[in-house]
């Protein structure tokens, strides 16, 4: 047993007959049982992870993952696709009134498929492309020189100011030297909202399409509970297993003009068949995330974040930008003299899931790094509030000021037994 796991109770083992997977292949069976058992007694504090629902899980492990469906509803190249045909229309009509988009593509596999297609129809190969730098809160997928979207586009990137909040005078200058024929605004550790109409006239100004992706605060804009880009940008992406808390996977939004060369840039520019069993989860997910009370949860999610940000600060830590407008916390480390590898590391030994993280012009290496990515939807989705938000507050700060991980494990395993999966 390693360090930092204990026994638990094991509520799931009721006597029940073996199931199918037990039987035939006890060694994929007992990962995944140590997986539910990772997630029931971890507390899941990475901003991009949160925990579907039963609904969600049950359409994504359905028999429709043995159908092939490439094409779109009702112009497929297989027959026997009238399920796929319903479930896809049935995703995207939920998408496009969750969001109130013109267009949805729900076939892209994730975030960074999506992001290809979306740059690939904007800009076309090879097209000059703008997008927020990986280490100012960016993402790999907006021009980074690692991933495809920095080989094969030409791109440049626009950093943060020194408060770690994005300059759109900073912005046009890149825009201005690079003249793309796509701009990106969104991020992956970026704290606070997007002024969207401020990027669109930037892109106006320069004939650049807009591209927002949405992949972290999703859910929140889908409650409304911060501002959105649909109907401001030309192409919204996104993940659809974030805040928006179904299954994994990506989704396109688009303005009715660009709806077509979105189309194709996904099947067949970027994929081949479509993962059915995957849109089922998002249908269900976007049914669920159409119900009143996931405006309340998104609520929740956010007024945790915004208290945690609070807690930590009372407590003497920074926190990049001063606080938060959406789920995540950025803690800049460099004050307490730790680096963000350590306290992930102590983290896990106590139960708590978290993800180191450069801060805007971080000294350290990404494997190492000066901060420390929070997030509050899963924990949400848990049930947590107040007063379980300052109690997890504690156990971090304590981790971060070098307290022995064991001496909180008690704490965190509490809270997981008092707060189940869903
Ligand atoms: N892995 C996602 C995140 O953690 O934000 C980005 O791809």
Known sequence: MRRGERKVRHVSHVETPPSPLQTQDAEVHAWLQREDRRQA????????????????????????????????????????C???????????????????????????HSGTTANLAALT??????????????KAGGHLSHGHDRSHSGMLFSAKQYGVDGSGRIDLDDVRKVVREHQPKVLIAGGSSYARNIDYAG???????????LMADIAHPAGLVAA???????????????TTHKTLRGPRGGMILAKAEAAKAIRS????????????????????????????????????????????????????????????DNHIVLVDLRKADVTGAEVEE??????LAVNKNAIPDDPRPPMVTSGLRLGTPAVTTRGFGHD?????????????????PDSFRATVQQLCEAYPLP
């Not at 099947?267 to 049914?287: D, H, T």
């Not at 379980?388 to 022995?404: F, H, N, S, T």
Request: glycine share 14%; net charge negative; hydrophobic share 45%.
């Open 346 to 351: 102590r983290a896990l030994a106590a139960g």
């Open 121 to 134: 129809a904007l800009a076309g190969p090879g097209g000059r492309i703008v997008g927020m730098a990986l």
């Open 265 to 324: 840039a996904v099947f067949p520019g970027a994929q081949g068949g479509p993962l059915v069993q995957q849109i089922a989860g998002k249908a269900v997910a976007f049914g669920e995330a159409l119900r009143p009370e996931f405006k309340t949860y998104q609520q929740r999610v956010k007024d945790n974040a915004n208290w945690l940000a609070e807690c930590l600060i009372e407590a003497g830590l920074d926190i990049v930008t001063g606080g938060t």
């Open 82 to 108: 009238e399920a796929a045909d319903g479930i896809e229309e049935l995703a995207r009509q939920r998408a496009m009134q969750l969001f109130g988009a013109e267009d949805a593509n729900v076939q892209p």
């Open 224 to 238: 409304g509970v911060v501002p959105s880009p649909v109907g401001i940008a030309d192409v919204v992406t996104m």
């Open 41 to 80: 007694n971890t507390l899941t504090m990475i901003a991009s992870e949160n925990h579907c629902s039963a609904a969600v899980r049950e359409a994504c492990g359905s028999r429709i993952t043995d159908k092939y469906a490439e094409g779109y509803p009702n112009r497929r190249y297989y027959g026997g």
């Open 388 to 404: 379980e938000i300052q109690a997890v507050a504690r156990v971090i700060v304590g981790l971060v000021r070098g307290g022995d």
């Open 199 to 209: 990027f669109a006239e930037i892109a106006r100004e320069f004939g650049a399409h």
